[in-house]
Nanobody
Framework: QVQLVESGGGLVQAGGPLGLSCAAS????????FGWYRQAPGKQREFVAS???????NYANFVKGRFTISRANAKHTASLQMDSLNPEDTAVYYC???????????????WGQGTQVTVSS
């Protein structure tokens, strides 16, 4: 089992920065992938960014160049630095940790409780 706790959400003005952090505990040795997702009111949860143990990153098109995901393997933490925020980025942001095996392939996901990010215009 893996437990995730997010921190760092809040209210920010458009154009400003905000950083989110995610701390993992429990069976952290088995985490292959950290990710961030978000869910705006009335919308489905959507992928924002992910990072592997080796540091390979992937971003949704709408955040490329504005958001940066990072992780500290030794500390079992992941962070999301968000710059140039706009009101469309307002959402609850969720930390995700995935345990992935390849032979056979399987994936188990864990989620944090979410942290609210509100961008005012």
């Amino acid at each position: 089992q893996v437990q995730l706790v997010e921190s760092g959400g809040g209210l920010v003005q458009a154009g400003g920065p905000l950083g989110l952090s995610c701390a993992a505990s429990g069976s952290t040795f088995s985490i292959n992938l950290f990710g961030w997702y978000r869910q705006a009111p009335g919308k489905q949860r959507e992928f924002v960014a992910s990072i592997t143990t080796g540091g390979s990153t992937n971003y949704a098109n709408f955040v490329k160049g504005r958001f940066t995901i990072s992780r500290a393997n030794a500390k079992h933490t992941a962070s999301l630095q968000m710059d140039s925020l706009n009101p469309e980025d307002t959402a609850v942001y969720y930390c995700n940790a995935a345990q992935i095996t390849y032979r056979p392939w399987s994936r188990r996901d864990y989620w944090g409780q979410g942290t609210q990010v509100t961008v005012s215009s």
